[in-house]
């Protein structure tokens, strides 16, 4: 079946119904899978949104599987976006008392290290945006003179975002990464979860679309956008569009350079 771009997606028909399953290759698919187990289990512990019920992950002769409920999708609709926001938005209620996570896990292929932090300024400065810059210098993506100090980037985060507290997200939310299932209910899938702002989950469903005025309406009706949103959506997008650099090379290079500039001033 129609799966995202890292992972092989299977419909498996069984004596017991039918069951979705993923599987991925290589030495690191175990552990990718399994922190996307654990995502979904996180998003499901707070009772606002669904996910699908994780049944089992396992290794492979090729990697790992990750076999989970499957969910029969409709065409969706407008209270089904509006269901979706404002579930979203009863989610980023599940606060913790530090940013980051149980964890290490993954956006995407990329490893996305989650320390447990107080300060947000610190946790994205260094654990998002400077762990994406190294990658890309690494990989002659980007030259240092065209990256921030990372001082620099804490000190206008804190201008930008004061006073964040840790809120569980999603933290992978494009348009391919919810569905919407034949009785209308909105689901979560394959999350890159953490305890972050709540505006990162926002930033990314703008980035790509797939989300309609209905579904902000709504999430806003239950948690109003506070002052100065767009500017941090902007830095939150930055970490995306860092990460699509970072896979998938060189055409995302004038939008990370134009993100850089936007939010940091040249470089």
Request: net charge negative.
């Amino acid at each position: 079946v129609r799966g995202g771009d890292i992972a092989r997606s299977y419909l498996l028909h069984t004596p017991a119904g039918p069951l979705f399953v993923k599987t991925l290759e290589g030495p690191q698919a175990f552990d990718m899978l399994t922190a996307e187990a654990g995502g979904l289990t996180a998003l499901k512990e707070p009772g606002v949104i669904p996910v699908p019920e994780v049944c089992q992950c396992a290794k492979t002769g090729f990697g790992a599987a990750l076999l989970m409920e499957y969910i029969p999708t409709g065409n969706g609709s407008d209270a089904a976006q509006e269901a979706l926001g404002r579930s979203l938005a009863l989610l980023h209620q599940s606060g913790s008392d530090a940013f980051g996570w149980i964890r290490n896990n993954y956006i995407g292929t990329l490893p996305q290290n989650n320390p447990r932090e107080q300060d947000w300024a610190t946790f994205f400065a260094h654990h998002r945006l400077a762990f994406q810059f190294d990658l890309a210098l690494a990989s002659n993506l980007l030259g240092a003179g065209q990256i921030p100090d990372v001082g620099f980037m804490v000190d206008k985060i804190k201008s930008l975002a004061p006073g964040v507290r840790p809120a569980l997200l999603h933290g992978d939310l494009w348009g391919g990464n919810y569905l919407i299932s034949k009785d209308e209910t909105p689901y979560l899938i394959d999350p890159s979860v953490y305890y972050g702002h709540s505006e990162v989950d926002l930033a990314m469903s703008r980035l790509f679309g797939g989300f309609s005025s209905r579904f902000y309406d709504a999430y806003f009706e239950v948690s109003p956008a506070q002052p100065g949103i767009e500017d941090r959506i902007s830095l939150y997008q930055l970490y995306y569009l860092l990460v699509h650099l970072n896979i998938f090379g060189r055409s995302y290079l004038a939008s990370v350079t134009d993100a850089v500039g936007a939010v940091f001033g040249a470089h």
